[in-house]
């Protein structure tokens, strides 16, 4: 294997925890979400708290995701930059 191979195998493994990270992201959005929505539409006095705490978690979620998809968008830039 000469140097371009492991630079290669790097990005790919960075790739790969850009792309766990990603599904973390999206399982706390769907499960903070859900949860909360779930305990506080069975309290009607507690169900603005809900609403704003959810808003809060997608907020958050999709920055996260936002920041994350945007460094794997690199990651391949960087790999097709090598196979040139």
């Known amino acids: ?8 195998n790097i990005l ?5 925890e850009q792309l766990q990270q ?3 992201v999206l399982i706390f959005i769907s499960v903070g979400v859900l949860g909360f929505v779930g305990s506080f ?3 009607p006095d507690y169900l603005a708290l809900g609403f ?3 808003v ?5 979620g999709y920055l996260l995701y936002q920041k994350t998809k ?4 690199e990651i391949i830039s960087e790999i097709e930059k090598i196979k040139k």
């Open 70 to 73: 945007n460094r794997m968008n």
């Open 56 to 60: 809060i978690i997608v907020s958050i």
């Open 52 to 54: 704003v705490l959810s």
């Open 12 to 16: 790919d493994l960075r790739y790969q």
């Open 41 to 43: 539409i069975w309290q």
């Open 22 to 24: 990603l599904n973390a």
């Open 1 to 8: 294997m000469d140097k371009v191979d492991f630079k290669k």
